[in-house]
């Protein structure tokens, strides 16, 4: 599976961005898709999963400003990103695990920065 991650800047705080995950290699519309990030010197943090049925949770710190969706004839996943934040500051990965969802895939990431 391969997957390229893109839309990610520089923007100010409150602003918005949306990021877009093309995938290759499998089929696309049986894949659990998602994003993580990961800010300097913090742990990795998942932000949000879209599963095959088209929904999927959004993590807590996001809940509200982030929404994850999916276009299967694209085969692309979007993480759309309003009244961002500084502490939105991050490097964003996303990730593919397609059937038997055992093993996840990798994008490089996006840099997100947040300016206040």
């Known amino acids: 599976v391969q997957l390229q991650a893109s839309g990610g800047g520089l923007v100010q705080a409150g602003g918005s961005l949306r990021l877009s995950c093309a995938a290759s290699?499998?089929?696309?519309?049986?894949?659990?898709m998602g994003w993580y990030r990961q800010a300097p010197g913090k742990q990795r943090e998942v932000v949000a999963r879209?599963?095959?049925?088209?929904?999927?949770p959004v993590a807590d710190i996001v809940k509200g400003r982030f929404t994850i969706s999916r276009d299967n004839a694209k085969n692309t996943a979007y993480l759309q990103m309003n009244s961002l934040k500084p502490e939105d500051t991050a490097i964003y990965y996303c990730?593919?695990?397609?059937?038997?969802?055992?093993?996840?895939?990798w994008g490089q990431g996006t840099q997100v920065t947040v300016s206040s």
């Open positions: 290699g499998s089929v696309f519309s049986r894949n659990t």
């Open positions: 879209i599963y095959s049925t088209g929904s999927g």
């Open positions: 990730f593919a695990r397609p059937p038997p969802y055992t093993e996840d895939y």
